[in-house]
């Protein structure tokens, strides 16, 4: 549970029931011996380099403190360049004729009093996140133009003060609320999940596993959906259940809790690698791990159709760069059907994988967790089909296959080299490796940042200790982190 200080360079105390201390208290009072995890919001002035308030954030890095706001927060809006505008421009809503511009916005913790402009402002807060902000919007020659700088209290008048430290309260009791578990809990984890996914990555008792793997080894777990999921810096570690896209919210979530410090699994950088098959594809080529025979193609024209034909015989397997569970792969047989697959592909795609179709009974899948595997299943293809998923199949029973679970130690040994040597060029999370298995050759098909993990399947040689293993792996990843 966190204790949360204000420490404040001004001469008047706010008017809240929080623990408020002047920089010179938290300078020479802290940190405690024995103190609780604390969180600090700065309200001290940050304009300038190596003031008060840069060293307030600063000394609250330095001591494991969460703060509000960071270095790097100060530091990007003192030195904003001339690209943060575009990228904020997405955020921003279009101007009808008779909007008022110019327009400065006082924004308070994400929140602003101008109910035109609170989505807005929350965007803006979510980029900078800091207690005080002032933006300017005006009517450009490309549309809205913003800018944002840091505010400090001295600039604000009566009624805007009163403001301010209301939006303070209400940020500390309801965003940096201190969640009320029963058991007291070292770290607190956002799960990320969405439970309206048709094919997500855990099913809703695998959730339940998770939540309370974590509460036994000190970690209050919190199921959160990607539109809630608003302020990260109020938890300590970010698990994604959620089918992972670089053109998606998991890939930003991800991206924002590595750099507000939290343990992340799936990192931002395996989401990226393991997303794009064009990648896997090359690293897999450059490092030397076995795979199907496979061509990049960028056009659908009759020299690359004749280029595709002269590597391989019909069948061959077409696949989208970003796809999964068997979504974006086609098994073409003819030259007519190649062309038209690949055109319908590259409308979507710069580039696609034409690969040699290689039929097994089924596909080998090794759970890989920081270098070592920790479970093997074999994934049966769908009746009368050639993927172990059958997406247009009518039947329940029909859109997969069967599996069997079996205990690493009894998968062949050449299968989980070749897992760990594919997951190791990818890094050191949680992945699930695919390969198959011909004969004496092993074929590793992909390496996926966000596997399959659903109860009675993955976990059914070893039941609950697959989520203590994993939710352990958290727990020596925050125990690292707080010694370095």
Known sequence: MYKTLVVTDQTETPPLDLNVITFEQYLSDYPKLGEPRTRI??????????????????????????????????????????????????????????????????????WTEREEWKKVARAVFERYAAPLLRASLSRGVHGLELSVERDNLSVLNTAERETFYERLRIFTEQVWRNPSHKNKHRWDMAILHNPDEANAPSDAEAIKRFVKAAAKVGIAAELVRSDELKHLSQYDALFIRETTSIDHPTYRLSRKGEMEGLVVIDDATSIMRCCNKIFLQDAFSYNKVSAPRTLVVANAEALELDRIEAHFDYPVVLKMPESSFSIGV????????????????????????????????FDWRIGVLNGRAIYACKYFMARDHWQIYNHASSRKSGKSGGFDTIPTFEAPKPVLDAALKASAIIGNGLYGVDLKQKGNQIYVIEVNDNPSIDHSVEDAYLGDELYMMIMQEFVDRLERRGRE
Do not use: W
């Open 41 to 110: 919001i700065n309200l001290c002035d940050t304009e300038h380099y190596l003031s008060r308030g840069y060293y307030c954030s600063l000394l609250a890095e330095s001591r494991k403190h969460r703060v509000l706001p960071s270095v790097n927060t100060i530091n990007d809006l003192r030195y904003q360049d001339g690209g943060e505008e575009h990228r904020l421009q997405p955020l921003l809503p279009k101007l009808s004729a008779d909007m008022e511009v110019p327009v400065v916005l006082n924004i308070y913790f994400g």
């Open 330 to 361: 086609y098994k073409v047989g003819n030259r007519d059907e190649l062309k038209e697959k690949l055109g319908l592909m590259l409308k979507e795609s710069a580039l696609a994988l034409v690969q040699e179709y290689i039929y097994t009974d």
